[in-house]
């Protein structure tokens, strides 16, 4: 039998711009997170060096910080449920919905000059509230938008392009505030929201399987906390964190920006800065796909250790180059971190469970987060700048190096799936999962 002209098989062959995994929500999702992160990025700059240009001292810095995370600390673990019982597209819209509102609102205020402290914080605080609903529905819904098969690329791509954009954002959000205020970055932010939320507002949930009727929220917050209680290398790792986020936080939340104004020269080094930790991140998801350590969360622990550089850095104060190299590294480090931890999480937990423990996790990583940027100003009243720093840095080892002494933190490895009977040649399984902004 003679073959089809080579035209009809170009004619009839389906062109793929996409791998084959990359599927409708995954694509959704990650051009969602690009567009989330261009403005969040330096949204985050600008909100600070609006206080600053004020008249706001460090402590209004924090005071301001704090508004944003402690309605993570109320309201995650109630998201989360919601997550788990809800179609997570609707929980995620309606939160980009009241993110749009809210830096709307604050990129007016700041606009008109004269902005209040406490009008800043009020609508910081409602930014954070819909930030605690969408993280936990967020992640749940990336978890299950990829096969194990192929989730370890999937999760490396969609960190790539989410840590790319944030390396855009924060070096335009720096420069944007240098040339035009810090209004304007606000207002770029509200405008992400809203674009984001359309493309979340075409996710497909039909393929999640629909849960049983339980006995409530407060039967679902119960499960979900089973599941952690019951995991040493889980609640070990959040409580490593809630020191570790709270720490690094108030470091770059609070003293990144005073630094940057006294030493470094204003916002726009400061913004170089992290843009090269957002580079680094882009290493370490390159450096993920290519690795895939048997010891998922003993290397993982180990690349925390290096999140003490910046505050290291920053209390020296190093040179605006040096300290891209540290920011570099750090953002190397927990990309590696992060590949790990979520390739646990995936491997581990329940899928109709997914965001009441990522709520958990949340919940217990940005407790503390609060209480550390309130009171960043006056300890550096206190101690000194610098010696605020210095301690930051040596927590983040202490409570690190007390993590390794968890024998499930160091014995937990990656799971190889048995052999596909088929004649294809069997798949690897690279679980995934992430933290989304």
Not at 31 to 50: C, E, K, P
Not at 87 to 103: F, T
Not at 161 to 171: D, L, R, Y
Not at 324 to 342: K, L, P, Q
């Given at each position: ?91 995620m819209v309606a939160a980009n919905a009241l993110n749009c509102l809210s830096q709307a609102a604050f990129a007016v ?53 989410m840590n790319g954009a944030g390396i855009g954002g924060a070096a335009l959000g720096g420069a944007m505030i240098a ?209 605020a720093l210095w301690g930051c840095a040596i927590l983040v080892v202490v409570v690190t190096a007390a993590v390794l ?33």
């Amino acid at each position: 039998m003679s073959s089809p002209p080579a035209s009809a098989d170009r004619t009839s062959a389906p062109r793929r711009r996409r791998p084959p995994w990359a599927g409708r929500n995954y694509t959704l999702l990650t051009g969602a997170a690009v567009v989330t992160n261009l403005g969040s990025h330096g949204a985050l700059i600008a909100a600070a060096f609006a206080v600053l240009e004020a008249g706001g001292s460090g402590g209004d810095v924090g005071l301001v910080a704090a508004a944003r995370t402690l309605p993570l600390v109320l309201f995650l673990l109630i998201g989360g449920a919601l997550a788990d019982r809800l179609p997570r597209h609707h929980v995620m819209v309606a939160a980009n919905a009241l993110n749009c509102l809210s830096q709307a609102a604050f990129a007016v205020l700041v606009l008109a000059g004269d902005p209040q402290l406490w009008q800043m914080m009020l609508l910081t605080a409602l930014c954070g509230t819909g930030t605690a609903f969408f993280n936990p529905a967020a992640e749940g819904m990336l978890l299950s938008s990829v096969s194990g098969e192929h989730s370890n690329r999937a999760f490396a791509l969609f960190r790539m392009a989410m840590n790319g954009a944030g390396i855009g954002g924060a070096a335009l959000g720096g420069a944007m505030i240098a040339a035009m205020g810090p209004g304007w970055v606000l207002a770029v932010d509200a405008a992400a929201f809203a674009v984001a939320g359309a493309l979340r507002a075409f996710l497909d949930v039909g393929h999640v399987t629909e849960r049983a009727p339980g006995g409530g929220l407060l039967a679902d917050l119960r499960e979900g906390w089973v599941e952690v209680r019951t995991r040493p290398w889980l609640w070990s790792i959040v409580l490593q964190f809630s020191v570790v986020v709270a720490v690094v936080g108030a470091a770059e939340a609070v003293y990144g920006p005073l630094v940057a104004r006294d030493r470094l020269g204003g916002p726009a080094p400061w913004g170089l800065a992290l843009a090269f930790f957002g580079i680094g991140t882009i290493g370490g998801a390159v450096l993920m796909m290519l690795w895939k350590p048997r010891r998922l969360l003993l290397v993982g622990t180990l690349c925390v250790f290096p999140l003490a550089l910046p505050s290291a850095g920053l209390a020296v104060p190093l040179p605006v180059w040096s300290l891209c190299a540290v920011m570099f590294v750090s953002g190397v480090a927990i990309e590696v971190f992060g590949v790990n931890w979520m390739t646990t999480m995936h491997q581990e937990i329940p899928e109709e469970k997914f965001s009441r423990v990522s709520a958990y996790d949340w919940f217990g990583s940005v407790s503390m987060l609060p209480l550390a940027t309130a009171v960043a100003g006056p300890v550096e009243t206190a101690v000194g700048r610098t010696s605020a720093l210095w301690g930051c840095a040596i927590l983040v080892v202490v409570v690190t190096a007390a993590v390794l002494a968890v024998p499930d933190v160091r014995r937990m490895t990656r799971r190889v799936p048995a052999p596909v009977k088929a004649s294809a040649a069997p798949a690897e399984a690279r679980p995934v999962g992430l933290p989304i902004d």
